[in-house]
């Protein structure tokens, strides 16, 4: 049952990350190939400041949304005058460069090579309770990314996205919708980050590779670009997939890079086949 | 010093392989082939698979691996970037699909080698050394193999009418279809071209050094910094520069702050785009 | 002279890598009129549109609305400086409906600050201009198109949606290019009374056209571009000049 509650939680963290990432690409039209790093600073701030020094954990999660902000809103302002290919190819670098980075002098447990040792509040010690927090939280992720699509936010952000030069002659700065939308999108992964570590018994920067990103990628192709229900199912369905993989009988030297095979494959599919994924509005920008 | 040096241009080289490839397929059809990861494995398993396991003549496995890669390189663009494209994709989803190719050939790699490192060369190879450098024949053999190449390819595409198609294709993608160049026969000669360099380079590597399931990504990520410093504009010294470049940073840097490569190299593709996409040849 | 000339183009000069576009060009854009810029194409009509909102610069002279003159523009702050413009490509919001397309433009949206979206004041405010985008969109005769979305429907329609979109951003001043070129013949009537409605509300208007009977129908006054201005005036008196059927009429229209 504890493993049960244990999935829910890593899709629900999903969840958010997907969210997070198809805010950016699916209507923001900005090619992040990346998020999975703010996911590692979101994850690393929440889990220093209660492992190392002390914090409650529940303090740590609005600190851990302010600071993966703060540091998307800062990497995204050099980027902003590059075009798509470019800022794929920078945003895949700065996650590669945060997570290095973190492994050579990141925070950790001395005599460690990362953090371990999280020390989560009574409430959250019962993995009941600790899911529903964290699906109470994705729940509010969804409710509020729901409402800021809707918005005329959302709708100057689409159009953003459909034509930045007809958007400037409406009033509308491109670049301030990008810059907004990016660091919204940076606080949620960084959300994920720090719910993601009541998942992990051991937190160390292998665990954000690039691997990851891929993942991602994969949830949110497959699920579909510009839905809020397509980053739902995506991650919900394949990583259920992933699991049920794992119980299939496969020794678990071959599980992951089987899964890894299919997902692969998946994405190779999806993007010749397919390109809105299951539920999709918008096609990866050409 | 001079030893890292050494060691800086033998990477070079390698880096040169890919690089010529990768960009010859980015500059005239827009195409940000990760997939070139895949064919640099493909030809080093396959090599390894027929030199060492089969036990067949190292020459001939040689030419079998690169006709490998090159066929290889070409289904990839024949079943998905083309069909892609036909279907209304774009240059990023092409870029996502090879992505998909090169995680896809890793996992098999993973599946079946378990992540064992593979090395193909028997014996040892042994250095010469003059004065205070130390470097093999196999280094020499590299290199120069690397500089007759680009001779070779330099003169084809400047005297062949195959060269004369890629070069319009570099120029004018649509230009050159109006001017009655069959697109699809010069991308074919295109793919097939750079992906026996990456062959060539996968196979030298696994011969060498050998290679795990990442080693083609890891050395393809250098191998785009390198195209991007020597920018597209002058294809041979573009890739050739920005090679030799990359190949001394990542010794340099590979010597003095060994954890710290992938940071810097990173760092500088970031930097890069950021400063001076049209690279440093244009 | 105290200019009443909402827009004012004093010895404009434009090359594009050696290519000269035009020269000397000097002429201005009466408030509250409807100011026809013609010429052959490739003349520069829609380089001038560009320069004015900001796109990029001239390369010599000055330009000047209410008599203050325009300096280092930038596309978005063209807006506000009460300028609208269409595009000759018009450049729909293609995944957004029409209505979307309309919406977008309207000048007071507080909904589109992130935090105000939990608020109620925003919601008022849409609905008004919900309103007011039916309006536009019903006298251009796209109404029962409202939800469809923009590339799904013909050209000429959305070159109307273009023009609705501009108007909707409530600026004095409206740069319109080519809003009937493939457009159909029966539905350039809906856009003569459209901007005939805009001059009575007192907005200025240059209106880039290749349809004389447009031109002769709803311009007050005339400019001909080709390579510098060569002629301007009324439609009557812009339509016999000799250069200007010589060099780009090829016979006499009727004024």
Same mark, same amino acid.
């Given at each position: 049952m504890d493993y049960f509650f244990f999935i829910l939680s890593v899709i629900c963290v999903w969840t958010i990350l997907s969210l997070a990432t198809n805010l950016v690409i699916g209507y923001g039209g900005l090619m992040t190939l990346g998020h999975v790093g703010f996911l590692a600073i979101g994850a690393y701030t929440a889990a220093t400041l209660n492992i190392l020094w002390h914090v409650n954990f529940y303090y740590t999660i609005p600190i851990a949304i302010i600071v993966t902000a703060v540091v998307a809103f800062a990497s995204i302002l050099p980027l902003l005058r590059l075009d798509a290919f470019y800022f794929g190819l920078s945003t895949l670098g700065l996650n590669i460069v945060i997570t290095d980075v973190l492994q050579n002098v990141g925070p950790r447990v001395p005599g460690a090579e990362g953090l371990f040792g999280l020390d989560l509040p009574a409430l959250m010690t019962s993995s009941i309770w600790r899911l529903a927090i964290i699906a109470a939280l994705t729940a509010l992720t969804v409710y509020l990314s729901w409402q800021l699509v809707r918005s005329p936010f959302g709708r100057s952000l689409r159009a953003m996205r459909d034509q930045p030069d007809a958007i400037e002659s409406v009033g509308k700065s491109a670049k301030r919708y990008r810059v907004t939308i990016w660091t919204i999108s940076g606080g949620l992964a960084g959300l994920a980050g720090a719910l993601y570590c009541t998942t992990l018994s051991y937190i160390d920067p292998t665990v954000f590779s690039f691997l990851f990103s891929f993942n991602l990628l994969v949830y949110i192709g497959f699920g579909g670009l510009a839905s809020i229900l397509g980053s739902i199912l995506g991650p919900t369905l394949l990583i259920v997939f992933g699991e049920a993989l794992r119980f299939g009988g496969l020794p678990s030297q071959v599980s992951g890079p089987v899964q890894q095979s299919l997902f692969a494959l998946l994405l190779i599919f999806v993007m010749v086949f397919r390109r809105q994924g299951l539920v999709g509005k918008y096609d990866f920008r050409e | 010093m001079l030893q890292v040096l050494i060691s800086g241009l033998s990477l070079s080289a390698y880096y040169a392989l890919l690089a010529l490839g990768f960009a010859m397929i980015y500059s005239t059809l827009r195409i940000f082939n990760i997939a070139h990861a895949a064919v640099f494995g493909a030809a080093a398993y396959s090599f390894y698979i027929l030199y060492r396991i089969f036990g067949f003549n190292i020459w001939g496995s040689l030419v079998v691996g690169v006709a490998i890669a090159a066929i290889f390189g070409l289904l990839v663009d024949i079943f998905i970037y083309r069909v892609l494209a036909a279907r209304g994709g774009g240059t990023f989803s092409i870029f996502i699909a090879s992505l998909g190719v090169a995680s896809l050939f890793e996992a098999m790699a993973l599946l079946f080698t378990h992540g064992t490192p593979l090395v193909a060369h028997t014996g040892s190879l042994l250095p010469i050394t003059i004065g205070a450098v130390s470097f093999r024949p196999l280094d020499i053999l590299v290199i120069s193999s690397v500089a007759i190449l680009y001779g070779v390819l330099f003169y084809a595409i400047m005297h062949t009418r195959t060269g004369l198609e890629i070069r319009a294709l570099a120029d004018n993608h649509t230009m050159a279809g109006v001017v009655g160049i069959d697109t699809n026969r010069t991308r074919t000669a295109i793919f097939a071209i750079a992906s026996s360099l990456a062959g060539l380079a996968g196979i030298l590597t696994v011969y060498d050094s050998g290679i795990v399931p990442t080693t083609g990504l890891n050395l393809l990520f250098v191998t785009i910094v390198a195209v991007i410093f020597g920018g597209t504009r002058y294809l041979f010294m573009g890739a050739l520069g920005g090679s030799i470049v990359m190949g001394l940073v990542t010794a340099f840097a590979g010597f003095f702050f060994p954890q710290w490569v992938t940071v810097i190299v990173f760092l500088l593709l970031i930097l890069l785009l950021i400063w001076r996409p049209q690279g440093f040849f244009a | 002279m105290i200019s009443a000339n909402k827009l004012e183009y004093r010895d404009l000069y434009k090359h594009f890598d050696g290519l000269m576009v035009f020269h000397h060009v000097s002429f201005g854009v009466p408030a509250g009129q409807i100011t026809a810029l013609i010429g052959p194409n490739g003349a520069g009509k829609s380089t001038l549109i560009n320069m004015t909102c900001g796109v990029f610069p001239q390369d010599g002279g000055q330009i000047f609305k209410d008599g203050r003159e325009l300096r280092r523009l930038s596309a978005a702050g063209a807006l506000d400086l009460s300028l609208a413009r269409t595009f000759q490509n018009v450049r729909v919001f293609s995944t957004l409906s029409v209505l979307e397309n309309v919406l977008?433009?309207? %000048? $007071?949206? %507080?909904? $589109?600050?992130p935090w105000r979206i939990f608020g109620r004041a925003w919601k008022g405010v849409e609905e008004r201009n919900r309103e007011q985008a039916m309006r536009f969109l019903e006298r251009l005769g796209l109404a029962n198109d409202a939800g469809r979305r923009a590339d799904e429907i013909p050209f000429g329609s959305q070159k109307l949606l273009a023009l609705a979109r501009a108007t909707a951003t409530g600026a004095d001043t409206l740069l319109l290019d080519e809003t009937t070129t493939g457009l159909e013949m029966s539905r350039v009537p809906l856009v003569l009374d459209f901007l005939r409605a805009l001059r009575a509300e007192g907005r200025t208007i240059l209106l880039v056209e290749h349809n004389m009977d447009v031109v002769t129908d709803v311009a007050d006054s005339v400019v001909v571009l080709h390579g510098t201005v060569i002629a301007q005036g009324t439609p009557q008196q812009v339509l016999h000049d000799e250069q200007v059927i010589r060099e780009y009429l090829g016979r006499i229209y009727s004024a």
């Open positions: - | - | 977008v433009a309207f %000048p $007071d949206q %507080p909904g $589109d600050e």
